[in-house]
């Protein structure tokens, strides 16, 4: 069932966003060659709670971290470790922050150090393909007419879009309805609606578009090796548009 908030719930979730936002960056500060995974997921941890929040992430379905690490070839759900960083490395640190009641949830890709122009190419066009998606958003539209937009950008730029992870609504729990595809048709699926509140997410391969989950049963790869970008905003679809709730 898709739940639409009211405006003070909608209110709460801003509060979370902003938290999330603010978590971002403070981590953007720390990161840079030889710092381990595990070390900015301490930052992080630390951060969140400073400002009143819990990390909406840590001990959800038995995950370890606070936040998701995820380096080069991993698209999502990296586990953080002692794994140090390196010069060209690319990051995807998702962040999720639980706040009087409500989450906020954000991800973004960032370059470790001095990256290949491949790598900028890769981190640009995934972050083009999440504001694609959130430019139609509003009252009435499709959700796939959000995917179509993300798609298009993406294949467009030669990339190709992981269809096994979506984005999703999010409110009192993490994932809610309805789930948001980063792929099809426009003038399909359910209507948005004033007050829903999504997680729009999407998840980029440098190559080909599949992957697998590692033995850990966390982290997601790519199965050719190729890097991978995710991005991430949670928004509120208001009167004529939408929202970002995951900003200052």
Same mark, same amino acid.
């Given at each position: 069932m898709i739940t639409v908030k009211s405006l003070t719930e909608i209110e709460r979730m801003r509060q979370a966003g902003k938290i999330v936002y603010l978590t971002h960056q403070e981590l953007k500060k720390w990161i840079e060659p030889g710092i381990t995974t595990r070390e900015i997921d301490h930052v992080a941890?630390? $951060?969140? &709670?400073?400002?009143? /929040?819990?990390?909406? +992430?840590?001990?959800?379905?038995? +995950?370890?971290?606070?936040?998701?690490?995820?380096?080069? *070839?991993? !698209?999502?759900?990296?586990?953080?470790?002692?794994?140090?960083? !390196?010069?060209? *490395? =690319?990051?995807? =640190? #998702?962040?999720? /922050?639980?706040?009087?009641?409500?989450?906020?949830?954000s991800a973004w890709t960032y370059p470790v150090g001095t990256v290949t122009p491949e790598a900028e190419r890769l981190l640009a066009v995934t972050e083009q393909s999440l504001y694609a998606g959130l430019a139609v958003c509003k009252p009435g539209i499709r959700l796939g #007419?959000?995917?179509?937009?993300?798609?298009?950008?993406?294949?467009?730029?030669? +990339?190709?879009?992981?269809?096994?992870?979506?984005?999703?609504? =999010?409110?009192r729990e993490l994932h809610e309805a309805p789930s948001v595809l980063n792929f099809g048709e426009p003038g399909k699926g359910r209507r948005l609606?004033?007050?829903?509140? !999504?997680?729009?997410?999407?998840?980029?391969?440098?190559?080909? &578009? +599949?992957? &697998?989950? !590692?033995? #850990?049963?966390?982290?997601?790869?790519?199965?050719?090796?190729? &890097?991978?970008?995710? $991005?991430?905003h949670t928004i509120a679809i208001t009167d004529d548009g939408y929202e970002i709730l995951t900003t200052a």
């Open positions: 941890e630390k $951060f969140i &709670r400073s400002l009143g /929040a819990t990390p909406s +992430f840590k001990g959800y379905n038995g +995950f370890p971290g606070s936040v998701c690490t995820s380096v080069n *070839d991993e !698209l999502v759900h990296g586990i953080p470790s002692k794994r140090k960083l !390196l010069n060209r *490395d =690319i990051i995807s =640190i #998702d962040i999720g /922050a639980y706040y009087e009641g409500f989450h906020g949830d #007419d959000v995917s179509h937009a993300i798609q298009s950008v993406a294949e467009a730029a030669g +990339f190709s879009i992981v269809e096994e992870y979506a984005g999703h609504g =999010i409110g609606s004033k007050g829903m509140t !999504l997680a729009i997410e999407p998840m980029v391969n440098a190559g080909s &578009r +599949f992957v &697998r989950t !590692l033995d #850990d049963q966390w982290t997601v790869v790519t199965t050719d090796g190729s &890097r991978c970008a995710h $991005f991430e």
